[in-house]
T-cell receptor, first 113, second 113 residues
Framework: DQQVKQNSPSLSVQEGRISILNCDYT??????FLWYKKYPAEGPTFLIS?????DKNEDGRFTVFLNKSAKHLSLHIVPSQPGDSAVYFC????????????FGSGTRLQVQP | DAGVIQSPRHEVTEMGQEVTLRCKPI?????LFWYRQTMMRGLELLIY????????DSGMPEDRFSAKMPNASFSTLKIQPSEPRDSAVYFC???????????FGPGTRLTVL
């Protein structure tokens, strides 16, 4: 049973436009959410996070939105750049103190110049 | 600052051989995590340590897998004997106690023939 789901395996957008990556979760114990970016042959790189006490967190071109009632979060990248082309993973950790992350399956973003 | 260091970056071995993967976490981080990435199962936690003590090893697939953390700056993941289905990318990550954000190493790509 996948507790963190990224239903879109891939997304293609034009440079300068907005990229929106989505993530759904089923475990109501999750209280901390993260987005990681991964380039080929590299480890995942932390991008941005959000605690369940917030509904929005912004860092430069990246904004994460959290809708707890819908168990849904999204990552917005504005404006998108060709260097943003990578696989993006959504991850979550539980409030119980089990600090391991549960990852989604990833979305491959391609930003076209 | 040095990030998480993993060695080797690539390992090719034959079925039945022992494989040892190594990880040096970021200095000052109290928690260390081993993940495995496969096409079928995505990124999944194998085991994690806090202050050198194994906390959760529920993700270790079977007795052929073992992990140790003899001190705060070194951990190993051992597979003995290795099997072709162990072929995957193995990531090590570390985290300070003050946050659930984890920082990943570049990974070890293991191929068991």
């Amino acid at each position: 049973d996948q507790q963190v789901k990224q239903n879109s395996p891939s997304l293609s957008v034009q440079e300068g436009r907005i990229s929106i990556l989505n993530c759904d979760y089923t475990n109501s114990m999750f209280d901390y959410f993260l987005w990681y970016k991964k380039y080929p042959a590299e480890g995942p790189t932390f991008l941005i996070s959000i605690s369940s006490i917030k509904d929005k967190n912004e860092d430069g071109r990246f904004t994460v939105f959290l809708n707890k009632s819908a168990k849904h979060l999204s990552l917005h990248i504005v404006p998108s750049q060709p260097g943003d082309s990578a696989v993006y993973f959504c991850a979550a950790s539980e409030a119980t103190g089990r600090r391991a992350l549960t990852f989604g399956s990833g979305t491959r973003l391609q930003v076209q110049p | 600052d040095a990030g998480v260091i993993q060695s080797p970056r690539h390992e090719v071995t034959e079925m039945g051989q022992e494989v040892t993967l190594r990880c040096k976490p970021i200095s000052g981080h109290n928690s260390l995590f081993w993940y495995r990435q496969t096409m079928m199962r995505g990124l999944e936690l194998l085991i994690y340590f806090n202050n050198n003590v194994p906390i959760d090893d529920s993700g270790m697939p079977e007795d052929r897998f073992s992990a140790k953390m003899p001190n705060a700056s070194f951990s190993t993941l051992k597979i003995q004997p290795s099997e072709p289905r162990d072929s995957a990318v193995y990531f090590c990550a570390s985290s300070p106690d003050t946050t659930d954000t984890q920082y990943f190493g570049p990974g070890t790509r293991l191929t068991v023939l």
